[in-house]
């Protein structure tokens, strides 16, 4: 009988589907691959041995670490607890993973380590110290977001917004470290609106990387407040800017932006959340329509408009949403606007403004 493990108390890192949970996770593993029960009630992510690549595990001297990379993003595992690490060294042996031990003098066990870092692409590195590199990551992405100054006179942070509710906490920075809620029932608003976004772009669940298991969490998150003013009967305007590691990360999430009908697909999904505030019955919200701003700085976007009747105001709001793509960075612009199309060359110009600061950001790979 071949050797199999079921080892629990894991963490792992980055979560297997977007705004995923990251702990608790119980791995197990046999002849066939290397399966992850993650969450409560655990969702299972069975992976056949022939798709993990560069496989390590590694004995600290307090906790152990397991990295693999699969469809090209490097997951990381951690647990501080060692008692699993002969029988799950032993699996992983069986196919074709390397097994550092810790050794007992410090100068050969440093030696080890170093030759470990550079043989799996900064896993450990990124994983256990991130250093001032990190915080300048951070503050740049903060300042790629919207700005009081980008707006027009009369613009300001607002306290009260519809907008909010699709946007996090202003100015606070999400990693990919977090450790998330419990995924929801496939019977839950997240479920539907994924599956509306699905069945709108023509994506299945398992390759869609918007809301599906494709998806990659990014370093590091942050939003800027909501901006309103009282022109055009009432306007509000935010942004998200997104850090990925790696550019063939952010490169992979822009082939599916690419799509025919992705800025209005968007834009309802957008809608469906907005809506299932204030109704449990949103799956009627229709299809949107594709809006490709014209900028005058070059890059890649790509943006949507969905009309809405919001209960409590009077006459129909659009919601824009827009998506900006390049290098290291996704940046999610937002609006609630009330004169559309006449607001396209002000959305057009925040498009620019955001384009123009990804691309002069200095940020690099941590």
């Known amino acids: 009988m071949s050797t199999t493990f079921r080892s629990q108390g894991w963490i792992v890192r980055p979560s297997f589907v977007p705004n995923g949970p990251s702990a608790p996770v119980t791995l197990l593993g046999d002849e066939h691959g290397l399966t992850q029960l993650v969450g409560e009630p655990p969702v299972a992510w069975q992976t056949p041995w ?22 090209g993003v490097r997951y990381s595992w951690r647990t501080t607890n060692r008692a699993d690490f ?38 450990i590195g990124a ?19 919207l700005s009081v100054r980008d707006l027009p006179s009369g613009w ?10 699709l946007f996090s906490t202003p100015n606070k920075v999400i990693t990919s470290t977090t450790v998330t809620t419990t995924p929801p029932a496939t019977t839950s608003t997240w479920s539907r609106i994924s599956a509306l976004f699905q069945s709108c772009i023509g994506v299945s669940a398992a390759k869609d990387r918007m809301y599906g298991a494709a998806g990659q969490q990014p370093d590091y ?23 990925y590691r790696t550019t063939t990360m952010v490169r992979k999430d822009t082939a599916e932006m690419t799509k025919a009908k992705f800025g209005a697909c968007f834009a309802q999904t957008n809608a469906a959340l907005l809506e299932s505030v204030y109704s449990k019955n ?16 070059p890059g890649f976007s790509r943006g949507g408009v969905e009309k809405l009747n919001v209960p409590g105001v009077t006459g129909s709001l659009y919601l824009v949403f827009v998506q900006i793509t390049g290098g290291h960075y996704e940046v999610t612009l937002g609006a609630l606007l009330s004169q559309w199309p006449k607001d396209k060359p002000f959305m057009a110009t925040l498009v620019s403004t955001l384009l123009a600061r990804m691309t002069s950001s200095t940020a690099t790979a941590a």
């Open 282 to 297: 949103f799956t009627h919200v229709p299809v949107g329509s594709n809006w490709r701003p014209v900028t005058f700085e």
């Open 50 to 71: 022939s798709e993990l690549s560069n496989v390590h595990l590694v004995r600290f001297a307090r906790a152990m670490a397991l990295f693999a990379t699969a469809d």
């Open 221 to 243: 998150q942050v939003s800027s407040p909501v901006f309103s003013a009282s022109t055009n009967g009432g306007e509000e305007v935010a942004s998200a800017a997104q850090y």
């Open 86 to 123: 002969d029988v799950i060294a032993d699996v992983l042996a069986q196919h074709g993973a390397r097994v550092v031990r810790r050794r007992r003098r410090a100068g050969i066990y440093a030696a080890v380590l170093v030759v470990l870092l550079a043989s799996v692409a900064g896993g």
């Open 156 to 165: 300001g942070p607002s306290s009260e917004s519809l907008l909010s509710n």
């Open 127 to 145: 994983y256990f110290s991130k250093g001032s590199t990190s915080t300048n990551i951070i503050n740049e992405t903060k300042a790629v977001n």
